[in-house]
């Protein structure tokens, strides 16, 4: 047995090596100079994650990502404009929109004006940019991860959204941010939000992730949020990238004590798609709820991959993945639950189906219990399957063409993971844009 | 000319012969009992009336107003005019009672090339109906069937029934798991839909179900064929003697 030989760096390697030594004058003031020179080290020792990395078995990033694109520039005017009605999917939802375009923070396009009192929204840039101490702080502690693609995003981040929600603060309105690639070009985009939600706080953030069709470009977005003491936040993510684009997210997580964190990831887009989930259990008693929904053709692949640590003693965690497969596309799900030595009376389930729409269609399934406590409880199941022909058979019975029987059962199946979110109109938005996926299957 | 007509229809599952050079014609404005033993093909004969995929029809003819019905979809037969109440309905989680019935309603007239109902002229519809089967709203917010008792499902199957207004249904042992008053009201929402221009075949085990819908002919149905023929009294006989003469002569 040999120690694995670091194989030639790929093209996409070299590129992001040179990359991030281009930058580094511009980082020289940067007060996480230190903390991205230690993620790109870790880059540089692991390389893109690729199928032997056992986190990214089923995407083989070294693969999948051949060449690294040039980092973004900031928007130009016409970029902006692009960027206007972003978002749209949400048009039935009265949030308080902030407008990201190429991952950089656009003021002129966000809705600022009369924040609730207790609610700050600002620049990453700025607050890197202005040393806060804050912000400066905390990131990269929230629930640390030493995930390489993550690290990238560490090491190149530019931008971002800064938000806080004091102690005690309850907001009305969801926040949005939106996400919108406008470039012309294919580019990468590194965006570094930080959100704090104070304890006893509420909050609704809605993050929804567009692009144009036809582009390779490459988004590796991360998103920290530190949940208070006694908080509760509802967290949604629209993943509606375009159809050649590769998207990764990461989203890190931790939860003070009796904290409430309600998750649903919503995917429909992007060719290459890996949503990834770091959540800490950070105090006693905090309970999660993470949902997703993927509706997918073609070739697309969309893997989810979480990590579920229970730290601390009486957490619950919930799990409930749907996907629906047409075409080829490949679904992956990797569910790692971790129960510390301490965290006795933990609670942690997971659930996991796919509806596979075509012979073709691939859906993985990881699920990992990792469980060092004894008074646990803690459970895992996985469906793969097609669409229920005696159903299916009642529906056309009743005078329902084929089509349209199948467009209710999926509907229905998709249905029970949107039923986790609570807002009416949030989820009727995500059902609308379910069944619109429905007419572009054909 | 029958509205239903079946002619020497055989039909196989697996390879293994279920019905067999069946035979029946059913007039409009008639009600036809179809009696036998389990595992005589009552349910086989329902389902391949509906167009369910697992049947193999290896020979004979079904005929619909004059017309193939093995040619069509489920979903074209049912907006002819055919409907099936299950032997067994099955449960739909995640799909309101409501919006199925009225997908079903809406996709029938559609394909008759009649105007969709309103959402109030539906709700009114369905609260009417509904009523008169002791089905409360509560129930029809739910997923179909889901959570339903064995009673509550076959009323749900009448109730639909009642909203399709079909002109030929075919109901299997929608008589089984009833207790007597819900027998009885399941058996007056069938009676009320009685009419000349609407026929029916009514398949059942026991002869119970036929005090309360008084058939026009009964048959007997034994190994896949017709083996006896009558008048309501026949399923009186049925029941004093048992269907063991009727599957000696079958033999
Ligand atoms: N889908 C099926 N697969 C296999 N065998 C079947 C199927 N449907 C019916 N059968 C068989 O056909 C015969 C008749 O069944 P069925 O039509 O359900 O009778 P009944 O309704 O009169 O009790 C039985 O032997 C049954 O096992
Ligand atoms: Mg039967």
Same mark, same amino acid.
């Given at each position: ?82 960027? !206007? ?27 600022? @004006? ?43 981040? $530019? ?27 294919? #580019? ?50 629209? $993943?509606?990238?375009? =159809? ?37 259990? @950070? ?25 579920? +640590? ?53 859906? +993985? ?15 895992? $199941? ?11 058979? /009642? ?19 998709? $249905? ?27 | ?50 167009? !369910? ?34 032997? /067994? ?17 809406? #996709? ?9 109902? =309103? ?49 030929? #249904? ?5 008589? =089984? ?75």
């Amino acid at each position: 047995m040999s120690a694995e030989v670091r194989p030639i760096k790929t093209a996409a390697e070299q590129a992001l090596a040179e990359a991030f030594a281009a930058r580094k004058g511009a980082l020289a003031r940067d007060p996480l100079a230190a903390q991205r020179e230690a993620a790109f080290r870790r880059f540089a020792a692991e390389g893109l994650p690729h199928r032997r990395v056992e986190d990214w078995k089923y995407t083989d990033l070294r693969a999948l990502m051949r060449e690294a694109k040039p980092l973004a520039g900031p928007p130009d005017t016409a970029g902006i404009a692009r960027a !206007k009605n972003a978002g749209g999917l949400l048009r039935v939802v009265d949030a308080r929109r902030i407008v990201l375009v190429d991952g950089v923070f656009v003021p002129e396009l966000s809705d600022l @004006a009369a924040l609730e009192p207790g609610l700050t929204v600002g620049s990453m840039a700025e607050a890197l940019a202005g040393a806060d101490a804050e912000v400066v702080g905390r990131v990269g502690t929230v629930a640390p991860t030493d995930d390489v693609a993550a690290a990238l995003n560490t090491a190149f981040m $530019g931008d971002g959204v800064v938000l806080n929600v004091a102690d005690g603060v309850t907001l009305a309105r969801p926040i949005h941010l939106v996400f919108a690639y406008t470039a012309t070009v294919a #580019a990468a985009v590194f965006a570094r939000s930080l959100v704090v939600i104070g304890k006893r706080a509420r909050a609704t953030l809605i993050e929804s992730h567009e692009g144009p069709d036809d582009l390779d470009y490459q988004v590796n977005n991360a998103l920290e949020l530190s949940v208070g003491d006694d908080a509760k936040v509802d967290h949604v993510k629209i $993943g509606t990238e375009g =159809s050649r684009a590769l998207h990764i997210s990461t989203l890190m997580a931790a939860l003070g004590a009796r904290a409430e964190l309600n998750d649903l990831s919503f995917t429909t887009g992007g060719s290459v798609v890996r949503n990834q989930l770091h959540l800490r259990y @950070a105090g006693e008693g905090a309970a999660a709820t993470i949902a997703g929904a993927s509706l997918i053709k073609g070739r697309q692949h969309v893997d989810t991959t979480m990590v579920v +640590d229970h730290a601390v003693r009486g957490g619950s965690s919930r799990e409930l993945f749907k996907s629906v497969l047409d075409g080829e596309s490949h679904a992956v799900f990797q569910g790692k639950i971790i129960v510390r030595p301490g965290a006795q009376q933990t609670d942690a389930r997971m659930m996991t189906r796919a509806l596979l729409l075509s012979e073709a269609a691939e859906a +993985d399934n990881k699920p990992e219990l990792e469980i060092f406590a004894d008074d646990v409880q803690c459970g895992h $199941g996985a469906t793969a399957g097609a669409l229920d022909q005696d159903l299916l058979f /009642y529906l056309k019975a009743r005078g329902i063409p084929a089509h349209e029987a199948e467009a209710l059962l999926i509907q229905a199946f998709v $249905g029970e993971a949107l039923e986790t979110i609570e807002r009416d109109d949030l989820r009727a938005a995500l059902a609308d844009a379910a069944a619109a996926w429905l007419i572009t299957r054909g | 000319m029958p509205m239903l007509e079946i002619k020497d229809l055989s039909v196989e599952v697996d390879g293994r012969k279920i019905l067999d050079g069946l035979n029946l014609a059913v007039n409009a404005g008639e009600v036809h009992a179809i009696m036998g033993p389990n595992g005589s093909g009552k349910s086989t004969l329902a389902y391949v009336l509906a167009g !369910k995929a697992d049947y193999a029809v290896t020979d004979g003819q079904v005929l619909f107003d004059g017309e193939d019905m093995l040619a069509m979809e489920p979903d074209e037969r049912a907006a002819k005019g055919l409907f099936l109440a299950f032997q /067994y309905p099955l449960e739909i989680p995640g799909v309101a009672t409501m919006t199925f019935l009225r997908t079903a309603l809406n #996709a029938q007239r559609r394909k008759r090339g009649e105007a969709e109902l =309103s959402t109030p002229e539906f709700m009114k519809k369905v609260r009417e109906a509904a009523g008169k089967l002791d089905i409360d709203q509560e129930m029809l917010r739910r997923g179909v069937n889901v959570g339903f008792s064995g009673g509550e499902k076959k009323r749900n199957e009448i109730l639909q029934m009642a909203l399709l207004e079909p002109r030929l #249904a075919v109901l299997d042992e929608t008589d =089984s798991g009833l207790d007597i008053d819900a027998l009885r009201v399941v058996a007056d929402g069938v009676n009320r839909l009685r009419s000349p221009q609407r026929s029916m075949v009514v398949i059942t085990h026991y002869q119970r179900l036929l005090n309360y819908i008084v058939p026009d002919v009964v048959h007997v149905l034994s190994k896949g064929r017709i083996v006896k023929t009558g008048g309501k009294e026949l399923a009186l006989e049925l029941e004093a003697r048992g269907y063991a003469q009727f599957q000696e002569e079958a033999a």
